[in-house]
């Protein structure tokens, strides 16, 4: 409500942006910002973009465009490749060349997996308590014992790899 | 320009020929797989659960359970 008052006594104008303070001296028209106006952009599905790469030319470039629009088998090899990269920055060669960076990634990811041993390593020696008695040789002996004596998974699983006449492991 | 012409990219019916590409490849990987797992692992189980139960003797089977002590409502007397 109060809000609304205030904007009657502004006017229709907006209250406060930093275009329109700059837009009173001249006769109401603000000057376009940059990232609002078409970019040049380098991608593969966009193959012309919406502004040249070189936004202002200089007088050989400015004679170059001139040229330009007379029969074109008059031009140059040079003076094509010029007139290239006026309007492009990148070839698409250039444009989808491969980097080195997964190198980088597969380097830093095996560092920090190291790393990470390392810090396992000291928390084994210098944090962690014993391991439970069941894990013992004896006590796993016993428990395998009495899972052949059980015929644990005796089709594809431990007791199929057991020989039970001659009581040892099937070769 | 270069001395010698690069040869012309295709210019037209790319995913077209993308799409005919990846759907053959998709079909034939995935049939592949199935194959694979039916021969490696599929098979081979059913086999071996036939060899098992060929011969099998359950009431043989109890009897060395119970002699081993095992079974606690059969304890080896």
Same mark, same amino acid.
């Given at each position: 409500m109060l809000a609304s008052r205030v904007f009657n006594l502004v006017?229709?104008?907006?209250?406060?942006?930093s275009l329109c303070l700059r837009a $009173?001296? $001249?006769?109401?028209?603000v000057k376009a910002e940059d990232y609002t106006l078409p970019a040049y952009v380098d991608r593969?599905?966009?193959?012309?973009?919406? /502004?040249?790469? /070189?936004?202002d030319l200089s007088a050989q470039q400015k004679a170059l465009k001139e040229k330009e629009k007379?029969?074109?088998?008059?031009?140059?090899v040079e003076e094509k490749v010029e007139l290239y990269r006026m309007k492009f920055n990148e070839t698409y060669a250039e444009m989808n060349k491969g980097t080195n960076e997964w190198k980088t990634v597969l380097g830093g990811v095996l560092f920090f997996l190291g790393f990470t041993g390392l810090i396992l390593i000291w928390q084994k020696h210098f944090m962690y308590g014993p391991i439970p008695h069941t894990f013992s040789e004896e006590w796993v002996s016993a428990q395998t014992k009495r899972m052949l004596d059980m015929r644990v998974n005796p089709v594809e699983g431990i007791s199929a790899q057991w020989d039970f006449e001659k009581n040892e492991w099937k070769k | 320009m270069s001395a010698a012409l690069l040869p012309k990219p295709q210019m037209r019916r790319l995913l077209a020929s993308r799409m005919k590409f990846h759907l053959l490849g998709a079909f034939l990987v995935s049939m592949g797989c199935a194959t694979l797992y039916k021969f490696g692992v599929a098979e081979p189980r059913k086999r071996a659960y036939e060899d098992f139960y060929r011969n099998y003797d359950p009431v043989k089977d109890f009897e060395a359970m119970k002699a081993a002590g095992v079974l606690e409502s059969a304890p080896a007397k």
């Amino acid at each position: 409500m109060l809000a609304s008052r205030v904007f009657n006594l502004v006017g229709r104008r907006s209250i406060s942006t930093s275009l329109c303070l700059r837009a $009173h001296g $001249h006769a109401g028209v603000v000057k376009a910002e940059d990232y609002t106006l078409p970019a040049y952009v380098d991608r593969r599905d966009v193959p012309l973009p919406e /502004v040249a790469f /070189v936004r202002d030319l200089s007088a050989q470039q400015k004679a170059l465009k001139e040229k330009e629009k007379a029969s074109w088998s008059a031009l140059s090899v040079e003076e094509k490749v010029e007139l290239y990269r006026m309007k492009f920055n990148e070839t698409y060669a250039e444009m989808n060349k491969g980097t080195n960076e997964w190198k980088t990634v597969l380097g830093g990811v095996l560092f920090f997996l190291g790393f990470t041993g390392l810090i396992l390593i000291w928390q084994k020696h210098f944090m962690y308590g014993p391991i439970p008695h069941t894990f013992s040789e004896e006590w796993v002996s016993a428990q395998t014992k009495r899972m052949l004596d059980m015929r644990v998974n005796p089709v594809e699983g431990i007791s199929a790899q057991w020989d039970f006449e001659k009581n040892e492991w099937k070769k | 320009m270069s001395a010698a012409l690069l040869p012309k990219p295709q210019m037209r019916r790319l995913l077209a020929s993308r799409m005919k590409f990846h759907l053959l490849g998709a079909f034939l990987v995935s049939m592949g797989c199935a194959t694979l797992y039916k021969f490696g692992v599929a098979e081979p189980r059913k086999r071996a659960y036939e060899d098992f139960y060929r011969n099998y003797d359950p009431v043989k089977d109890f009897e060395a359970m119970k002699a081993a002590g095992v079974l606690e409502s059969a304890p080896a007397k």
